[in-house]
């Protein structure tokens, strides 16, 4: 039976951990990119599947910690089965594929890689052995707020998740709707460039501008989806053209986004 004090430790250790992998893969996309961007799935700073997965490792492996070899296949197999589990479940309920490893060596429909698996093998005994010791001091420290604490952390991350998911309902259908619109760009593209009445170099904001009636039935992501939409560059859905033109899309969304905020401030200056 789970005692109160057990419960705060998990649910402290999960939430530290889901924190430490949004900071690495933050940083990581950072260096990438040469530009902040937020990698997560959700708004706040935290990514769930690595609390799930560390956390797992920490309790479910624990009679295994002092025997490095072990530790490190069984808990190469766990995070890979979370891994997978978690892209698998993804992609059935969002028709949506967040990340890809198609291009890694030895992987498992691009939801794994042996590689990737590998990694944060080795991760999670370097974990158990270095960094366990001090979220455990931690977790002392931050007892001292009592159930306060996890159950705040548990009421943010809930809504979080409500809210990403409320989110992912309609995300789909917008990104369809966006894709339409690039391939009208493209064809009007076409026939302005043979009737020599465009720059090849137009971008979005200028098209936006010549063919207004192009933005009318066109709704914006809002800052949710614009979120999931910067997070996930190996972004896949199962509609094939969305996948194609998922970097013009992205340049179109920008586009929006400027022209809105630019007619806001031409009606308040014409108050």
Known sequence: MMTV???????LEFFIYAMVGWLWETSLAAVKRHKFVDTGFLIGPITPIYGFGVVGVIYLLEPWKNQLGMLFILATILVSLLEYLTGFLLEKLFHTKWWNYEKVPLNIQGRVALPVSIFWGICCVLIIRFVQPEVVHL???LRRFGLLLPVGLIALGSFDFGFTLANLQSFRQKL???????????????SDVTNLRTDVQENWDDFLERHPQNQAHLSNLNFGQRHLLRSFPNLRTDNANVSTHLDEIRELVVALRNKSKRDKKKQSISK
């Not at 004090?5 to 649910?11: C, G, K, P, Q, Y």
């Open 5 to 11: 004090n057990t419960f705060t430790t998990v649910i």
């Open 176 to 190: 369809a709707k966006l894709e339409l619109a690039v391939e009208e760009r493209r064809t009007q593209f076409n």
């Open 139 to 141: 977790v002392d420290w």
